[in-house]
């Protein structure tokens, strides 16, 4: 176990072909560690209806990645417990969470093992996350969402005041985005752990279905008094959206229909809800609660409307 220094978990749910690419951007550029068996793949799938589990079975028998494990979930179980059933065959001393529609750029991944190894407070660490049109996923750089940080972001105080302390603390932009330093809460599209700091939190919260449960996890990692950081220097592009479909930016990849999307948007709104009940019940009086909650109410809804039918 000792010899693995990285297990890479990536999640799949009809994502095929954009999931091969990804391993295979971890394959082609880390050629000497995944031969070696420094490193390790083990792609999990939701049951997709595309062919996916097969796929991975078949790339398993020529793959020059020396352990590559697919695994079947037996359903579509959701984010948290579809990482987690990862888990168990997992050697490496960092662990690394990967969504299936990135593609992982030279140096980074070697760099992050370096960082966590010289930051023994450091809980998770993620690198820059690029999308396909140059712009940053600020989500690979974030606040917890306090109301305050919540209503800023959905009122458009925080694009109006991108780099402001007071407006922009869902997105900290105020923070140089090309260096390293201490967030709230990293992506769960990649991010990278020692295997001990996990197993103290528990890994991912299965109460999430889909969306929060990053937030959740960074927010646990912290509890436990340990840090999180953002390595600006080192990058992997990120689609961002490509199974759930409703990021205008992931249209011309995803696979999911209208029925699909609503699901998703259900889930969305769910866990906003969720992580206020599981973290912030005993911070803020009902009435401020209660705001919270018929917001999010109407979020949703405005959300719904909008789908394309």
Not at 138 to 166: D, E, I, K, V, Y
Not at 200 to 205: C, I, L, N, Y
Not at 270 to 276: N, R, S, V
């Amino acid at each position: 176990m000792a010899n693995v220094d990285l297990s890479i978990i990536i999640l799949s749910f009809n994502t095929k072909d954009i999931t091969l690419d990804a391993i295979k951007s971890v394959e082609e550029n880390y050629t000497e560690e995944v031969q070696s068996g420094a490193y390790e793949v083990i792609v999990t799938d939701n049951s997709s209806k595309d062919g996916s589990l097969q796929a991975f079975k078949d790339y398993a028998k020529h793959t020059k990645i020396k352990t590559f494990h697919p695994v079947d979930n037996g359903g579509n179980i959701g984010f948290s417990a579809g990482n987690n059933k990862g888990l168990p065959y997992a050697k490496g001393r960092y662990v690394l969470f990967l969504n299936p529609d990135t593609i992982v750029h030279p140096k980074t991944l070697s760099y992050m093992i370096e960082f966590l190894d010289a930051h023994p407070d450091a809980g998770a660490a993620s690198c820059k996350l690029i999308n396909k049109d140059g712009a940053i996923d600020f989500n690979c750089h974030r606040g917890f969402p306090t109301p305050w940080n919540a209503f800023c972001f959905f009122s458009g105080l925080q694009r109006m005041f991108p780099n402001s302390r007071l407006f922009a603390g869902y997105t900290q932009g105020w923070k140089d985005l090309d260096t390293t330093h201490e967030v709230d809460a990293v992506e769960g599209a990649f991010m990278m752990m020692p295997r001990a700091v996990g197993e103290k939190v528990g890994w991912w919260d299965e109460d999430y279905f889909f969306y929060g449960e990053d937030i959740q996890f960074c927010y646990d990692i912290h509890k436990l008094g340990y840090k999180i950081y953002y390595i600006g220097e080192y990058s992997i592009m990120h689609i961002g959206g490509a199974a759930s479909g409703i990021k205008p930016k992931s249209q011309n990849v995803t696979t999911a229909n209208v029925d699909g999307k609503r699901m998703i948007q259900g889930e969305r709104f769910k866990a906003m809800k969720l992580f206020y009940k599981k973290n912030y019940s005993d911070t803020y009086p009902a009435f401020i609660q209660n705001i919270i909650y018929k917001s999010i109410d109407f979020m949703h809804q405005r959300a719904i409307n909008r789908l394309k039918v």
